[in-house]
């Protein structure tokens, strides 16, 4: 694969981590334990009524897969840059995880952190 377009893809993949690091903050903390695991904060508003206890109680049951939608796409950046970081006789970057040929260049630039073929990823 090109190397202009992997510095390419790196650079898109870095950015979109630390926009959805940056979204993550606003309703969670980064837990470490597992690693890469975030925790949504619950809403703490004290001295409410019951139905603005009823409300924070319904906006943390809501960001609660968000949060994991947002964990799962980080995960997936995350290993795509290690696998762009290997040692090039390692590096499996670019490589469909189920049938072990390229993933298509189109593929990649629109989701760089695919690790699946085209054909592969509709199976």
Same mark, same amino acid.
């Given at each position: 694969?090109?190397?202009?377009?992997?510095?390419?893809?790196?650079k898109?993949?870095? +950015?979109?981590k $630390?926009?959805?690091?940056? /979204?993550? *903050? $606003?309703f =969670?903390?980064?837990?470490?334990? %597992? !690693?890469?695991?975030?925790? $949504?904060?619950?809403?703490?508003?004290?001295?409410g009524?019951?139905?603005? &206890? +009823?409300?924070?109680v319904?906006?943390?049951?809501?960001?609660?897969?968000? /949060?994991?939608?947002? *964990?799962?796409?980080?995960?997936?950046?995350n #290993? +795509?840059?290690?696998?762009?970081? +290997? %040692? #090039?006789g390692?590096? $499996?970057?670019?490589?469909?995880?189920?049938? =072990? !040929?390229?993933?298509e260049?189109?593929?990649?630039? =629109?989701?760089? &952190? =695919? !690790?699946?073929?085209?054909?592969? @990823?509709? @199976?």
């Open positions: 694969m090109d190397k202009k377009l992997i510095e390419d893809l790196k898109k993949l870095k +950015a979109e $630390t926009a959805i690091e940056k /979204e993550l *903050e $606003t =969670a903390k980064k837990d470490d334990s %597992p !690693k890469g695991d975030w925790e $949504t904060k619950y809403p703490n508003r004290e001295n009524t019951m139905e603005e &206890e +009823a409300d924070e319904q906006e943390y049951g809501n960001m609660l897969p968000v /949060e994991h939608s947002l *964990e799962l796409k980080l995960k997936d950046i #290993s +795509a840059l290690e696998k762009m970081g +290997a %040692p #090039s390692s590096n $499996t970057y670019g490589v469909c995880e189920k049938c =072990a !040929k390229p993933i260049e189109k593929r990649l630039m =629109a989701c760089p &952190e =695919a !690790k699946t073929c085209l054909k592969c @990823n509709g @199976n």
